[in-house]
Every structure is written in C-alpha cells, then in structure tokens.
C-alpha cells in the first residue's frame, strides 16, 4: 500500500479581494484535483489547533500526524536541522529573514517593503551572511546561511526565549516601530537588526541589486524563535517508510527530525519558478526504492498569496494540479493500492497576504472506494464534506480508508 499527501501551502483563500468574488481555487483549471474530488471523501480540515499561530510549522506538523501541542517547539529550530546545526539544550534558534526595508528619518519609521528582498539568490544570500557571519558572529550569536532569504540564527545564551518577535511577512508594508522584537532581552536583537542595516546597505552584492532595479536585502529580521525539538521517528508511530519532499528547510528540518527521508530536487526554489516536474519525479523514486508514505510538499501559491498576486497564484495551484495528475497516473500504472490525499496547510488569503487559522479544503482518494458526485476542490464545496477537527486526523483517515 502506498501513501501520498499533496500540500500546496497556503491554496485557500476569501471570497473577496483581488477576485471579487471568487477564489483562487474556484478560478484555476485543475481537472485532476476536481476528478478526486468528485470520486473522493472531502471535507475541511483544521490544521491550526484553537490558540496556536497560523503558521506552517504549526500546521505541517499536524499534517503530518504530530501533535502540535505536544511535539512543536518553534520554527526556526526545525530549519536549524535541516542546515544541520547541532543545537544545545539551552539554545534558541530563530530565523534570520533577509528583508527590504525602507529609508526614513529614525528606524523605527522604516517601512518593511519586502519580507524575502525579491526572492535573493541563494548565492547571492550567502555572500551577505557571510559579511554578517565576519562582523557580528560571537561567543553568543551564531549565524548560518540557508535558501534565498531564509536563515538562521542561534542564540548559544538562550536569551530569545522570553522575546515577542513578529514574522515579517506579517507586517508588509508598514512601519517596523511597533513591529521590533519586545520583552525582557529584546534590545539585543534590535541592536542586530540595526548593525545588519549597516553592513548590508553597502554590500556590493546590494550596489548590483540596486543597478538592476531589485530590491536590496538590507536587512536581517529575526522570527520564529524555540528550542530543540524532539520529534519521534515516523515510522515509530506509523509503520511507515517515508520521505518528505521539499524546497523549504521548515519541512526539510521536519523530515530530519522525524528521521524521514528529504531528497534534494534540482531547481526547487520554494517560489513559482520551482521545478514542478523535478519534484513529482522525486516522489516516484520515494515509491521505487521501496518507501510507503511520501508527502510533497509545494511552497508556491503561499509566496504568491503573501505577495498578493492573484494570477500568479492561480497558475501555481494549476501547476500543482498537474503535478497531481502526473503522480496519479504513475500509481494507477504501478499496480499497487494507494491512498493519496490533496490538501493546503492553511489559507494565505490575497486580500490579507498572511497566514489565517480557518479550516482547509481536504480530499482522500481511494481507487478502490469511489464515489462519484458534482464536488470540486473548493472552499465553498468543501463545507458540504465532513469535518475533521484535528490535522492528526488526515492520516488516520487514509490508514482507514486503506483498510
């Protein structure tokens, strides 16, 4: 038996905003989610439990059957595994976004133009952290370069924990002032951010930015904060063999804690630009060297919701939906039972551009249990279905419907 759940982060969305009154999933052409949908169980899922952030973290971990209230220790240290830092008990690890920030008279007037700098190059990334690594590394704070903007910061002191930090993508195009970390210790992190503002504002690597008509990375911003998590091994609580396929180290970290596999795809870059192809082709080779369970992961239409691009993220959930066809048609040519499930970890509405804690449309598929209806893969469709209360659940759900 084989089992596969699809995850295009971020897919839901309002009836309102850029597309009046229409959704992203209602607009897109996406016959192979529709068709599993119309011969499938479907339903909403809530992913965030009550008083838990709307963040990936959170939801991709009850996904993926881990209680958030039991095994979720933060962000950032879950990306810290998939760089491989090993961390201490009494360290903290927080993300180290690479922003845009605005000029302005005092700092804390500056607005936050862009949380991911246009998106930066990888190895134009690493060149800036690798100033910031000269000039601010210490005793106490350690950093390490990641994917495009997203990086890492440990905190050997541990002085983060009792800090109120505050995404950046939450915050586009206000003012930082009421936004900067707050609490017993923040200052030290206010004065990093101010220091890194510094550095980077002249880094040539920000000076060729700037000539091209892209926005500099001309500063770092600190999120995500938490320990070293402590996650059991999948396949102790499942019976299962499985790999996570992704571009992002949240998920990446995710896989390495749970002692999953985490295949490298060439030319994943979390964004619309991904290689689409090149990560279903990974799933199959997940399933052909003998794994159960595989979950792919797809960041793109949460990037395009975050940046309000209403036809960007359209074509996103459609490239996701061949994506799913692709997959389909490899299992249904293998011969072998399978159970796939299609499903977003939260909702990034356009009109929003953040992460909101709403139940999400799900579908569970079974060739071998259809029923068939008019039901497509819809918010407004999805409110017809059943219910499940708890991520945890999706997956119980599809080891029943295997049975």
């Given at each position: ?204 690597v920000n000076i060729n930015r700037a000539k091209e008509g892209k926005n500099k990375a001309n500063a770092l911003w600190f999120w995500g904060a ?178």
């Amino acid at each position: 038996m084989r089992y596969l759940i699809v995850l295009g982060d971020g897919m839901a969305d309002y009836l309102k905003g850029p597309l009046g009154q229409s959704t992203p999933l209602e607009m897109a052409y996406k016959p192979n989610m529709d068709y599993l949908a119309s011969r499938g169980m479907t339903g909403l899922i809530q992913t965030i439990p009550h008083g838990m952030k709307p963040a990936s973290d959170v939801a991709n971990l009850s996904v993926l059957g881990y209680d958030p209230a039991v095994y979720y220790s933060g962000r950032s240290p879950l990306e810290a595994l998939a760089m491989g830092v090993i961390m201490e008990e009494t360290d903290i690890a927080l993300r180290a976004n690479l922003v845009t920030l605005s000029q302005a008279q005092t700092f804390e007037d500056k607005i936050m133009l862009d949380y991911s700098a246009d998106e930066i190059p990888t190895h134009q990334a690493k060149l800036l952290i690798d100033a910031i690594k000269r000039e601010m590394q210490n005793d106490r704070f350690n950093f390490y370069a990641g994917v495009s903007y997203r990086h890492c910061l440990i905190d050997k002191q541990g002085g983060g924990k009792d800090v109120a930090f505050t995404p950046p993508h939450d915050i586009s195009d206000k003012k930082i002032g009421e936004y900067l970390p707050k609490g017993e210790g923040a200052q030290a992190f206010i004065d990093l951010i101010k220091k890194s503002q510094k550095i980077l504002e002249t880094h040539p690597v920000n000076i060729n930015r700037a000539k091209e008509g892209k926005n500099k990375a001309n500063a770092l911003w600190f999120w995500g904060a938490g320990t070293k998590p402590k996650l059991v091994p999948f396949y102790e609580k499942y019976q299962l063999k499985g790999a996570i396929i992704s571009a992002v180290d949240l998920l990446k970290g995710i896989a390495a804690g749970a002692d999953m596999e985490a295949p490298t795809v060439q030319g994943a870059t979390g964004n619309i630009d991904t290689n689409f192809q090149g990560k279903a082709q990974a799933v199959i080779d997940a399933f052909e060297r003998g794994l159960d369970f595989a979950y792919l992961h797809i960041e793109a239409p949460d990037e395009c919701g975050h940046r309000g691009q209403a036809q960007a993220k359209i074509k996103a959930i459609e490239k996701i939906d061949e994506v799913v066809g692709m997959l389909v048609d490899y299992l249904n040519k293998a011969g072998e039972d399978y159970v796939i499930a299609v499903l977003c970890d939260h909702a990034t509405p356009l009109c929003l551009r953040t992460h909101v804690s709403d139940p999400v449309p799900y579908i569970i598929y079974n060739p071998r249990k259809e029923t068939i209806s008019d039901t497509k893969y819809t918010e407004k469709d999805a409110q017809k279905g059943e219910f499940l209360s708890k991520g945890q659940m999706l997956i119980e759900k599809m080891l029943e419907m295997s049975r």
